[in-house]
């Protein structure tokens, strides 16, 4: 038997505040050890280890690649890097993407159900979009604790609801309740955990952390899809056998089909904006043309180049309306990051 004392959090929009609200009534011998997710830009400098350390008892840190773990203690993901779990210690990994974030939940959740199994309490809070939720499911899988905290409690419901949808959770609660919650799962007698026999969560870490056995493995779980890797244009590999729709190139980089569609969307504005400009400033050409032609007398083609430009400024129209029509929608989804 084992003791339950692995906790690992992911939240992303409102996720400063309700981290604080939740490690503020942990008591400072709190037998568990705590790794956080929050999304974060790769360029920020993050001081939420220093923020935490003064929100509660409990001390907080960006910790090292292969540090040991240590209970009572926060072990807060650094800018630009996943943070994963490996037996007794901690990895930090420049590994690729997941649901367009690094880091992101995901990888966590999912090393931690590798090697921790039943000692592992999972925790999704405030956020948009849905990473997390196949993470839990994994966490669910291997025995694991699955916790949500209540959408309507959350400053944005997405990542807590997607959690719910996806995954049968043991305890949905407000945000001020989950600090009791955890003290009383942490400490209780789990069967030992058989660390690392699944092989595909075996296959999945290692990808997160660019291994290069797991890239060059051609007996990859899933099957090739239609769709490219919004990131290096590799094929996207659908992840078969899960209950959440997944997919995952060769070198790593992972979309559920909700951040798929969002890169997708992202990258079709970002095309029409392109194209928009294209004709804008092929149409002032063109004005410039018939000027050039105006000045040589040569009416037929002054005309010429001036119904060009026309064309061109209502080909641009048509594109402005259609950027302007799909803003709303475009404008929703953003709101991930």
């Given at each position: 038997m084992a003791e339950r004392n692995i906790i690992v959090i992911g939240c992303s929009g409102g996720g400063v505040e309700a981290l604080q609200r939740l490690v503020a009534p942990l008591p400072r011998n709190f037998p568990a050890a705590i790794f956080v997710v929050l999304h974060l830009s790769p360029e920020s400098t993050s001081v939420l280890p220093l923020i935490l350390s003064r929100a509660g008892h409990l001390p907080a840190?960006?910790?090292?690649?292969?540090?040991?773990?240590?209970?009572?203690?926060?072990?807060?993901?650094?800018?630009?890097?996943h943070l994963l779990l490996e037996d007794g210690r901690v990895r930090?990994?420049?590994g690729p993407r997941e649901n367009r974030h690094r880091p992101a939940i995901d990888p966590l959740f999912r090393s931690a159900a590798r090697w921790y199994g039943p000692r592992v309490i999972g925790v999704v809070l405030t956020g948009s979009l849905d990473d997390g939720a196949a993470g839990l499911l994994s966490i669910k899988k291997r025995r694991g604790v699955a916790v949500v905290q209540d959408p309507s409690d959350a400053l944005f419901p997405d990542m807590p609801r997607s959690a719910l949808e996806h995954v049968d959770v043991d305890y949905v609660a407000p945000l001020d309740r989950i600090p009791e919650l955890l003290q009383q799962l942490v400490g209780v007698q789990v069967p030992e955990n058989g660390a690392g026999k699944s092989s595909r969560l075996k296959k999945e870490t290692d990808s997160a952390e660019l291994n290069m056995d797991a890239i060059e493995d051609e007996n990859?779980?899933?099957?090739?899809?239609?769709?490219?890797?919004?990131?290096?244009?590799?094929?996207?590999?659908e992840q078969d056998g899960e209950e959440i729709l997944r997919f995952r190139c060769r070198v790593g980089h992972a979309y559920t089909a909700g951040s798929l569609s969002l890169e997708q969307?992202?990258?079709?504005?970002?095309?029409?904006?392109?194209?928009?400009?294209?004709?804008e400033e092929?149409?002032?050409?063109?004005?410039?043309?018939?000027?050039?032609?105006?000045?040589?007398?040569?009416?037929?083609?002054?005309?010429?180049?001036?119904?060009r430009a026309e064309t061109k400024m209502q080909q641009a129209e048509v594109l402005r309306r259609i950027i302007s029509e799909a803003k709303e929608p475009l404008e929703v989804e953003k709101q991930v990051s």
């Open positions: 840190l960006h910790p090292r690649n292969g540090e040991p773990i240590r209970a009572g203690r926060i072990y807060v993901a650094p800018p630009d890097n930090v990994a420049h990859r779980p899933g099957s090739p899809s239609p769709f490219a890797c919004p990131e290096c244009g590799g094929v996207l590999w969307s992202e990258a079709v504005e970002g095309a029409l904006w392109a194209a928009m400009r294209a004709l092929g149409a002032s050409l063109a004005r410039r043309m018939a000027q050039k032609a105006a000045k040589g007398k040569s009416e037929s083609l002054e005309n010429r180049y001036r119904q």
